[in-house]
């Protein structure tokens, strides 16, 4: 790409040594940056995952900031929220733009998603895990299983938990951010905090997915009550996430330039 500038491991929050990576054209001016949060169950995952998404953001006219966040077992619910205010914080004294809109997969789209709602920010959400205490209450019954998580961060984020539903492993991995403690499921869940001032957001997924399609529902129906903005795409499949990247992406960058002043 050309032009195309990549800053790695800049230090945005001192105290717990968590980094960034920026991305941007010096060629062009940015005309707001985007937040690009990686996926990973709030257990695994790293920034570098999502280079491939934050290049493709600078090529349609953004500044990219691909943070990472601290995860389980260093950390749990809500620290990899708190992270993300200590980051718009340092972006605040950055030499950036200041218009500012947040995407994010699996994970990341539910922590896209709370951002929208705390800040009032366009935010895409790909795949996000919104249906938290409603899903969990009514699947007692599943045993929850850690899954085969080998490889993560050598695997492209498109090639993992393509293959549909595993209820087993999504209810350890979901349950696993709380440490045991289901007191938290409730104000976890972002729908039930949907308000007049939520930002305006595109939720995408697939319809035989690893990640039920319930959360979107549910989200929808919430910002249609608060008269919010938003648009969502179904896609065909079992693909999770960055698998569907491709499909939505020139919607994404619809919903992103109709929502950022230009």
């Given at each position: 790409?050309?032009?195309l500038i990549?800053?790695t491991d800049?230090?945005y929050?001192?105290?717990?040594?968590l980094?960034?990576?920026?991305?941007y054209?010096d060629?062009i001016?940015?005309?707001?940056?985007?937040?690009d949060i990686h996926?990973?169950g709030w257990?695994?995952?790293?920034?570098s995952?999502d280079a491939d998404w934050a290049?493709r953001?600078v090529?349609g006219g953004?500044?990219?900031v691909v943070?990472n966040y601290?995860?389980?077992?260093d950390?749990y619910?809500p620290?990899p929220?708190e992270?993300m205010q200590t980051l718009?914080?340092?972006?605040k004294?950055q030499?950036l733009?200041?218009q500012t809109?947040?995407?994010?997969?699996?994970a990341?789209g539910?922590?896209s998603?709370e951002?929208?709602?705390?800040?009032?920010?366009?935010a895409?959400s790909?795949?996000?895990?919104?249906?938290?205490?409603?899903?969990?209450a009514?699947?007692?019954?599943?045993?929850?299983?850690?899954?085969?998580?080998?490889?993560?961060?050598s695997?492209?984020?498109?090639?993992?938990?393509q293959?549909?539903?595993?209820?087993?492993?999504?209810?350890?991995?979901?349950t696993n951010?709380?440490n045991?403690?289901s007191?938290?499921?409730e104000?976890a869940?972002?729908?039930?905090?949907?308000?007049?001032?939520t930002?305006?957001?595109?939720?995408a997924?697939?319809?035989?997915e690893f990640?039920?399609t319930?959360g979107?529902?549910?989200?929808?129906?919430a910002?249609?009550?608060h008269?919010?903005?938003?648009?969502?795409m179904?896609?065909?499949?079992?693909r999770?996430?960055?698998g569907?990247?491709?499909?939505?992406f020139n919607q994404?960058?619809?919903?992103l330039?109709a929502?950022?002043?230009?």
């Amino acid at each position: 790409m050309m032009g195309l500038i990549t800053k790695t491991d800049v230090v945005y929050d001192t105290a717990h040594q968590l980094k960034t990576d920026i991305y941007y054209d010096d060629s062009i001016p940015g005309r707001a940056t985007v937040i690009d949060i990686h996926g990973g169950g709030w257990f695994r995952g790293d920034k570098s995952k999502d280079a491939d998404w934050a290049q493709r953001l600078v090529a349609g006219g953004y500044v990219a900031v691909v943070p990472n966040y601290r995860i389980t077992p260093d950390a749990y619910y809500p620290a990899p929220l708190e992270d993300m205010q200590t980051l718009l914080a340092w972006l605040k004294t950055q030499d950036l733009p200041q218009q500012t809109a947040v995407v994010g997969s699996s994970a990341g789209g539910n922590m896209s998603v709370e951002l929208a709602i705390q800040t009032g920010m366009p935010a895409v959400s790909l795949s996000g895990i919104l249906d938290i205490d409603d899903w969990l209450a009514h699947h007692e019954d599943i045993v929850a299983e850690e899954g085969d998580t080998s490889g993560f961060n050598s695997t492209a984020s498109a090639k993992i938990n393509q293959d549909g539903h595993n209820d087993s492993f999504y209810k350890w991995f979901v349950t696993n951010y709380f440490n045991g403690d289901s007191s938290q499921w409730e104000a976890a869940t972002p729908v039930h905090r949907v308000s007049e001032k939520t930002g305006p957001i595109f939720l995408a997924n697939s319809l035989n997915e690893f990640v039920p399609t319930s959360g979107v529902l549910q989200f929808a129906q919430a910002m249609t009550d608060h008269q919010r903005p938003f648009e969502v795409m179904m896609v065909p499949g079992t693909r999770h996430a960055k698998g569907y990247l491709d499909d939505v992406f020139n919607q994404t960058m619809l919903f992103l330039d109709a929502h950022l002043e230009k």
